[in-house]
């Protein structure tokens, strides 16, 4: 589903999805399509599902215009001893 599908058939909600097409620019990720897991109106409602999520699932509000993820690369520092 088109996240412009998604806002009008959820106004003024939060939105579980997952990702089901995207393409990335430099360090963003610009989402086409999702599938809709679960909507909710109530932010505590979502931000426990927020913290429930798996991995390539998110919450995102449907005041929103567009879904655009920041891509964070971890890096890690070996230790000598």
């Given amino acids: 589903m088109k996240w412009d599908e998604v806002r009008a058939m959820y106004p003024e909600s ?6 089901l097409d995207s393409h990335v620019i430099y ?3 610009y989402v086409d399509d999702v599938a809709v897991i679960k909507a909710m109106t ?12 798996k991995e390539g699932q998110f919450v995102y509000s449907t005041k929103n215009e567009k879904v655009i993820i920041e891509l964070v690369k971890h890096f ?6």
């Fill in 14 to 19: 939060f939105v579980k999805f997952e990702v």
């Fill in 27 to 29: 360090n963003k990720e």
């Fill in 42 to 53: 109530d932010g505590k409602a979502a931000m426990k599902e927020f913290i429930s999520c």
């Fill in 76 to 81: 890690t520092v070996g230790v000598v001893l």
